[in-house]
């Protein structure tokens, strides 16, 4: 694709920073891709060719980008953004990576003006292994990618923007969106956040869960885990990511969590009372149409 953006500031260059960034560099020839995060960390990502120059000082980091991308935990992402939009060029598209929505949306709100335009965004792709190390070009191929626009608008529309040439910044994004191999979905904060609490964060809770009865149900001779084949490391996966990466995710979407917990509750109750009866068949019926859908959406 053309080149729309001549600099692209990546504040953050952990797994999805540094993927994004891979993924970036791969489509946009010419570019300067420079990133922001902890010394240790960007001099990883120089050295790995993930980026162009590592920034310790945010300032230096944004100033001039056409781009900035923001995959910083949704707490440390909000914290940065008034120095962000203090620092962006005018002109800049500014956008964001965070799992949760409403939180970040209503802070950016208040940070950016007419001149710096903000898209919340966040790629439904990740891994159980973070940090840039595990960074990847591929990592979006495939992957719906959630754009969120005002509650109330027509969000699937670019002129939500404010000027013709916020609207072309963003209808670039799209483009190189689309070029990484993901799928954009416009959609707004409060829908993605209640979605997301069902398809991306209860999972991730189920499996911490599932490990903790595992875990406990462990004796001194390693059963039941070492009978464990791989349907169970299949359930297990997503056990394996880190709290420093949920803590954030969790209290900015409390309230979705809850109900769809509850939900959760009720089904594992109406499983067990019914574990005496021939009466589960409609449960797995539901189940199996389920996982047909998702595996027809791949």
């Known amino acids: 694709m053309a080149v729309p953006f001549s600099k692209v500031a990546i504040i953050g260059t952990g797994l999805i920073g540094g ?33 162009d ?15 900035i991308y923001i995959a910083l935990p949704v707490g440390l992402a909000i914290e940065r953004l008034p120095q962000i939009s203090r620092y962006a060029a005018p002109g ?10 409403r ?6 709100e208040k940070c950016f003006s007419d001149d710096v335009r903000f898209l919340g965004g966040h790629p439904m792709a990740g891994s159980e292994v973070s940090g840039i190390d595990a960074a990847n070009a591929s990592l979006f191929q495939g992957a719906n990618y959630a754009l969120i626009g005002a509650a109330g608008h027509d969000v699937s529309n670019i002129e939500i923007g404010r000027s013709e040439e ?34 991306s ?28 084949g791989r349907g169970m490391r299949d359930a297990l996966r997503l056990a394996g990511s880190p709290y420093s990466v949920w803590r954030d995710i969790i209290l900015t979407n409390t309230d979705n969590l ?33 996982y047909k859908i998702l595996r027809n959406l791949q």
Do not use: Y
């Not at 209860?202 to 059963?223: E, I, K, N, R």
């Open 19 to 51: 993927s994004f960034a891979l993924a970036a560099r791969g489509v946009l020839p010419g570019a300067r891709i420079v990133g922001w995060d902890k010394s240790a960390v960007i001099e990883c990502a120089v050295a790995r060719g993930i980026i």
């Open 166 to 199: 916020h609207n072309g910044r963003v209808a670039a994004f799209l483009r190189l969106i689309e070029a990484i191999g993901a799928r954009p979905l416009w959609m707004d904060a409060a829908t993605h956040d209640r979605a997301a609490a069902v398809v």
């Open 103 to 108: 939180a970040i949306w209503a802070a950016a």
């Open 92 to 101: 800049a598209l500014v956008t964001d990576a965070s799992s949760t929505k």
């Open 201 to 228: 964060h209860l999972p991730q809770l189920l499996a911490v869960a599932l490990a903790g009865v595992a875990h406990q149900s462990t004796d001194q001779t390693g059963l039941p885990l070492t009978l464990a």
């Open 258 to 290: 809850e109900s769809a917990l509850d939900r959760l509750c009720q089904a594992v109750e109406h499983i067990r009372a019914n574990l005496r009866q021939r009466e589960l068949e409609d449960e797995f019926a539901s189940a199996n149409e389920v």
């Open 53 to 67: 120059e590592a920034h310790p000082d945010l300032e230096n980091a944004v100033s001039g980008a056409d781009l």
